[in-house]
Nanobody
């Protein structure tokens, strides 16, 4: 079964840290570009960070210097390390896997991150 399962979300105070995990199964994880998106209440889903199959990373400006994306192909898992969290980082965070050659686009169910004092 092809799926992505996110975990690691929760409630954290401003300035705190969280590490999100995205466990993949049912497909060749190492050949997919992995991304994290987020959707805040009343807003569109938006890209946060990307890591390609070769390890190249890209971040949106609002999280540069605070978030890190990584992957462990041996564990079929992608991660999003979030530091110096701000209230505006509050959102449901989604994991995405894409392989354009295979025309495959896979989404996880999302995990809630709430940054509040």
């Amino acid at each position: 079964q092809v799926q992505l399962v996110e975990s690691g979300g929760g409630l954290v105070q401003p300035g705190g840290s969280l590490r999100l995990s995205c466990a993949a199964s049912g497909f060749t994880f190492s050949s997919y570009t992995m991304s994290w998106y987020r959707q805040a209440p009343g807003k569109e889903r938006a890209l946060v960070a990307i890591i390609t199959s070769t390890g190249t990373t890209t971040f949106v400006d609002s999280v540069k210097g605070r978030f890190t994306i990584s992957r462990d192909n041996a564990k079929n898992t992608a991660y999003l390390q979030m530091n110096s969290l701000k209230p505006e980082d509050t959102a449901v965070y989604y994991c995405n896997a894409v392989n354009w050659v295979k025309n495959a686009n896979i989404w996880g169910q999302g995990t809630q991150v709430t940054v509040s004092s």
